[in-house]
């Protein structure tokens, strides 16, 4: 039994002869997803995680306060659409090595608010101009016109 060309290798670009479609398993446009978040994920784990021991979660987390100090973990897993554990662990992963402090809201003392500590604000700027250009290497093949055309067709989607 032949395994398809796109399972055996992500690196290994498209041949000519190949179509784009060749890459999506389903053939469909939420598989498309799928794989373009998978890929975007395993670029981070082999670059930014392995570097600097910020797993993509954390990464999340991270940015989020960067633009939202005073969010609630809850608020960031919705923001996110992810598992509220995933960001749970993340949240202790962070607060544990100095990078996130958690404290209660003050208008509800049985939320907590997270917010970067002096040390997570310098991480995040250690860490951001290698994830923005893991991004930004990511979407070369667009176009500006296109990049911005996927990305109102996807909040279209979230929203």
């Known amino acids: 039994m032949s395994v398809p060309r ?6 290994e670009p498209l041949t ?3 179509p784009a479609s060749a890459h999506v398993p389903a053939g469909n446009v939420l598989s498309a997803i799928h794989v373009v978040s998978n890929r975007i994920s ?3 784990y082999a670059d930014i995680e392995a570097r600097h021991g910020i797993t993509l ?5 991270m940015m989020t306060l960067t633009r939202h100090p005073g969010m609630a973990a809850m608020a960031v897993a919705a923001l996110w659409g992810m598992d509220k554990m995933a960001i749970s662990r993340a949240v ?3 607060e544990r090595a100095g990078l996130v402090r958690r404290t209660p ?11 970067l500590t002096p040390e997570g604000r310098r991480r995040f700027k250690a860490i951001e101009p290698a994830a923005t250009q893991r991004y930004r290497d990511f979407l070369k093949p667009l176009s500006a016109g296109e990049a911005t055309q996927l990305r109102r067709l996807l909040e279209k ?3």
């Open 105 to 115: 809201a003050a208008d509800d003392r049985r939320r907590w608010v997270l917010e």
């Open 92 to 94: 202790r992963r962070l």
């Open 57 to 61: 979660p954390e990464w999340r987390v």
């Open 42 to 44: 395993r670029a981070f």
């Open 16 to 18: 000519p002869a190949e």
């Open 157 to 159: 989607l979230i929203g």
């Open 6 to 11: 796109a399972a055996r290798s992500r690196a």
